[in-house]
T-cell receptor, first 114, second 117 residues
């Protein structure tokens, strides 16, 4: 059974700091990996999607990497801002018995202090 | 595009009552997912539909839960009878799955927060 783990569960940093969020998964047979952002009381917003054949994706100050062989992904946030405060979730896409679904980690709650 | 629309946003009910949550996916999306989020268990997939057909309902916790998708623009998740342990935020999400590329982004609704007393 695929398990997705995110460490740390919470992270607090001062504004301007570069930071890395970690995600690990137990089964490397994934077809993609997605990073989402969730603000309190809101739904999830997709940030980056890395297909299984790719190594990384970038969007603005965000960079996500994928190492399938080791079962790891990182989300790098450059020059963090208070507006980046949110919970960040990673999810791996897998096929099981002909169906496709995402399995989520429990997230890392990020606080960027002004 | 109004995004994925869920209703109600908040529901407070008493144990034993029937609860119906509703979802309107993004127009043109042909896959729809129901997730449940709790502090203890995180986000769990309950069921997903492709072209209005249930593909995987292995995450539905028990027979008290049922989901339908009568057409491409509407889905319901029903809990009958509800119990306090069903209290959670229920999310609906949709995406386009006509061609498998591994690049199909899942779009979430704002969620329905259910409290069962």
């Amino acid at each position: 059974k695929q398990e997705v783990t995110q460490i740390p569960a919470a992270l607090s940093v001062p504004e301007g700091e570069n930071l890395v969020l970690n995600c690990s998964f137990t089964d490397s047979a994934i077809y993609n990996l997605q990073w989402f952002r969730q603000d309190p009381g809101k739904g999830l917003t997709s940030l980056l999607l890395i297909q299984s054949s790719q190594r990384e994706q970038t969007s603005g100050r965000l960079n996500a990497s994928l190492d399938k062989s080791s079962g790891r992904s990182t989300l790098y946030i450059a020059a963090s801002q208070p507006g980046d405060s949110a919970t960040y979730l990673c999810a791996v896409g897998l096929t099981q018995g002909g169906s496709e679904k995402l399995v989520f980690g429990k997230g890392t709650k990020l606080t960027v202090n002004p | 595009d109004a995004g994925v629309i869920q209703s109600p946003r908040h529901e407070v009910t008493e144990m034993g009552q029937e609860v119906t949550l509703r979802c309107k996916p993004i127009s043109g999306h042909n896959s729809l997912f129901w997730y449940r989020q709790t502090m203890m268990r995180g986000l769990e997939l309950l069921i997903y539909f492709n072209n209005n057909v249930p593909i995987d309902d292995s995450g539905m916790p028990e027979d008290r839960f049922s989901a339908k998708m009568p057409n491409a623009s509407f889905s319901t998740l029903k809990i009958q009878p509800s119990e306090p342990r069903d209290s959670a935020v229920y999310f609906c999400a949709s995406r386009v799955d006509r061609f498998f590329t591994g690049a199909n982004v899942l779009t979430f609704g704002a969620g329905s927060r259910l409290t069962v007393l």
